[in-house]
């Protein structure tokens, strides 16, 4: 049996660009609102809906931390819409992506995000699950409610395995 091992590198806008949009207020310019007492960073990323009756939700996640290095086999994708997520807090959290191949998921890449980076995944981005470590984190979550089927879910045969940089640790 082969080992499919991948390393985790650091998140970018650039690198994740095939993948959705790195969600992180570095580099935005914040607008003043509430007389001067809050700053808005506004448009960090668009959730896309599609289909009849559908809308945009927010919702909450509390996620318990997995096991590194990470060992998976599932990834999922969702056809009608975005779907983003938002830490809570500054801990880093593990990214898995597909590059599609024909309506399956190509070779997995795995991220990992800097404190206070979320994600916006494309619609139809295959992707991991939400993946924290280390220590259990809340997210808010943004993606597609309404009918239709909006979940595809795909087995790869053999497993793959994601290690950290050694300067995550």
Same mark, same amino acid.
């Given at each position: 049996?082969?080992?499919?091992? %991948?390393?985790?590198?650091?998140?970018?806008?650039?690198?994740?660009?095939?993948?959705?949009?790195?969600?992180?207020?570095?580099?935005?310019?914040?607008?003043?609102?509430?007389?001067?007492?809050?700053?808005?960073?506004?448009? %960090?990323?668009?959730?896309?809906?599609?289909?009849?009756?559908?809308?945009?939700?927010?919702?909450?996640?509390?996620?318990?931390?997995?096991?590194?290095?990470?060992?998976?086999?599932?990834?999922?994708?969702?056809?009608?819409?975005?779907?983003?997520?938002?830490?809570?807090?500054?801990?880093?959290?593990?990214?898995?992506? !597909?590059?599609?191949?024909?309506?399956?998921?190509?070779?997995?890449?795995?991220?990992?995000?800097?404190?206070?980076?979320?994600? !916006?995944?494309?619609?139809?981005?295959?992707?991991?699950?939400?993946?924290?470590?280390?220590?259990?984190?809340?997210?808010?979550?943004?993606?597609?409610?309404?009918?239709?089927?909006?979940?595809?879910?795909?087995?790869?045969?053999?497993?793959?395995?994601?290690?950290?940089?050694?300067?995550?640790?």
């Amino acid at each position: 049996m082969t080992r499919r091992t %991948l390393t985790a590198r650091q998140l970018t806008a650039e690198a994740f660009a095939p993948f959705g949009t790195v969600i992180d207020k570095a580099g935005a310019l914040p607008r003043p609102m509430n007389a001067g007492k809050a700053r808005r960073f506004h448009d %960090l990323a668009t959730v896309q809906v599609s289909g009849a009756a559908a809308d945009a939700v927010v919702g909450l996640v509390e996620a318990e931390p997995y096991d590194l290095p990470l060992t998976f086999r599932l990834v999922e994708r969702h056809p009608l819409g975005s779907q983003a997520f938002i830490p809570l807090s500054a801990a880093p959290f593990l990214v898995v992506t !597909c590059p599609d191949a024909g309506d399956r998921p190509g070779d997995p890449q795995a991220f990992v995000t800097e404190p206070w980076q979320g994600v !916006c995944y494309a619609p139809g981005t295959w992707h991991g699950v939400l993946t924290p470590f280390g220590q259990p984190q809340d997210f808010v979550v943004v993606d597609r409610g309404g009918p239709g089927a909006n979940l595809e879910e795909y087995l790869f045969d053999e497993a793959w395995t994601v290690t950290l940089p050694a300067s995550v640790g």
